[in-house]
């Protein structure tokens, strides 16, 4: 698990370029502050239930999921717009291509 000073780092910076194209979401996660992760010494065996229970959570994975909640309304709310401008686009072509189909029927 890489941690916040490998993160930094200019080899990651530009490798998370590279292979992360989405240039919206890339802004959106660098400016997003860093959350330290708190391993366990012993982890959760597969075969042990979790439990649902939101209180039993610690409030750092509370604060985890306010955060992720945060990030998950602002990328729908752009891509909600952003579906709705290429939307409108696609609208405008139809509507030049029929008139032309129309045209080049008349005649």
Not at 11 to 19: H, V
Not at 65 to 75: T, Y
Request: charge should be negative; proline fraction near 6%.
């Amino acid at each position: 698990m890489l941690c916040y000073s490998d993160m930094k780092s200019p080899q990651y910076d530009s490798l998370y370029k590279k292979y992360f194209h989405n240039e919206n979401l890339y802004k959106l996660i660098e400016v997003t502050p860093f959350i330290p992760i708190e391993e366990d010494a012993e982890p959760i065996s597969v075969h042990e239930p979790l439990s649902q229970d939101q209180s039993s959570m610690p409030s750092s994975t509370q604060c985890d999921e306010a955060l992720l909640k945060e990030i998950v309304k602002r990328l729908s709310e752009k891509f909600k717009k952003d579906m709705q401008a290429e939307v409108t686009r696609i609208n405008k072509k139809i509507a030049v291509s029929e008139k032309r189909f129309e045209m080049t029927s008349r005649i």
